[in-house]
């Protein structure tokens, strides 16, 4: 099974932009699809991001759509989250999650019930 280790979060002000890294140990990266979520204080755990197991395949929340990127270097083991033109409501404690799964259904990847592996969380704080 695979280990994941969020980091990149911190404060940051409207309009600006944080880079999220997630690095996988333990298993053989490349087979995994990956997916960002975040909960914010009080809300439940929402989908933000997620990528294929070889990346050829991504999708968004509409919330972040044409804001946000995620990417995935498997040389590194690592997947990213670029955020840009962030807002307020973009705070939040941000999850990353693995599946060893070559599905690319967004049924599958959108869905948080649907990753057995998980990292702590990196918080991300936007202020106005």
């Known amino acids: 099974q695979v280990q994941l280790v969020e980091s990149g979060g911190g404060l940051v002000q409207a309009g600006g932009s944080l880079r999220l890294s997630c690095a996988a140990s333990g298993d053989t990266f490349s087979t995994y699809a990956v997916g960002w979520f975040r909960q914010a204080p009080g809300k439940e755990r929402e989908f933000t991001a997620a990528i294929s197991w070889s990346g050829g395949i991504t999708y968004y929340a509409d919330s972040v759509k044409g804001r946000f990127t995620i990417s995935r270097d498997d040389a590194k083991n690592t997947v990213y989250l670029q955020m840009n033109r962030l807002k307020p409501e973009d705070t939040a404690v941000y999850y990353c999650?693995?599946?060893?799964?070559?599905?690319?259904?967004?049924?599958?990847?959108?869905?948080?019930?649907?990753?057995?592996?998980w990292g702590q969380g990196t918080r991300v704080t936007v202020s106005s």
């Open positions: 999650a693995a599946r060893r799964s070559f599905s690319t259904a967004a049924s599958v990847l959108m869905r948080p019930n649907e990753y057995p592996f």
